[in-house]
């Protein structure tokens, strides 16, 4: 299998919403924009600036066909990118959802991450976050940070395995997450 992993482009707003609608899963999408949840996430996509925007995702490529794809940003600017994501799903639905803080300075957040069924268990999820590490690092952060639903251990050692660890826990969305991060490794050096 011939993989590429890019970075997103605006024409791939179907894409990223797709992939954060397989990340957030059907009820908490339900949640946070309402009955139109995929139609709300690929305008937020096509956005110059907002959490789930084209500049901050990530696309991968099997053999020429898209396979999924990854959302992340710094956790610095996480206000910066909120604001208008949420005054966006409020236009739409009337509704402003109430989010905790999921990321924090310091940290290049992995927001939302899928892989499409047809192409998991074929080791593109973990090509995809260590792409996003990769990015982080060679923009200088010193770590990258994502939430793992307390109740889902197959993603915590996926994420275990690529050198995530535990630093505290949080809640989103009334779910128990687990925050993990991995450090940038000071004998990895990036171009």
């Known amino acids: 299998m011939s993989l590429i992993i890019r970075q997103a ?8 919403a ?3 609608g397989m990340g957030f899963g059907e009820d908490l999408l339900r949640q946070y924009c309402g009955s139109n949840g995929l139609a709300i996430m690929e305008s937020l996509a096509k956005m ?10 990530l696309i991968a490529e099997a053999d020429g066909q898209v396979a999924g794809g990854l959302v992340g940003y710094d956790g610095s600017s996480l206000q910066q990118l909120r604001r208008p994501t949420l005054a ?5 639905t ?8 999921e990321t924090e300075p310091g940290e290049f957040y992995l927001d939302s991450l899928a ?4 192409y998991q268990h074929q080791g593109i999820g973990k090509a995809l976050i260590l792409a996003l590490c990769e990015k982080a690092f060679s923009e200088g952060h010193q770590c990258v940070g994502l939430l793992v639903d307390t109740t889902n251990p197959h993603a915590e050692s ?3 395995s690529l050198g995530f660890q535990r630093v505290n826990q949080k809640t989103l969305f009334n779910h128990q997450m687990w925050h993990m991060q ?3 490794n000071k004998d990895f050096f990036y171009e």
């Open 94 to 101: 009337g509704i402003l959802p109430q989010v905790a803080e």
């Open 9 to 16: 482009i605006p024409s791939d707003a179907p894409i990223i």
């Open 18 to 20: 797709q992939v954060i």
């Open 88 to 92: 966006y799903i409020e236009q739409q």
């Open 115 to 118: 892989v499409f069924p047809k």
């Open 182 to 184: 991995k450090k940038r």
């Open 158 to 160: 996926l994420y275990t």
């Open 48 to 57: 110059e600036v907002s959490q789930y925007s084209y500049h901050n995702a």
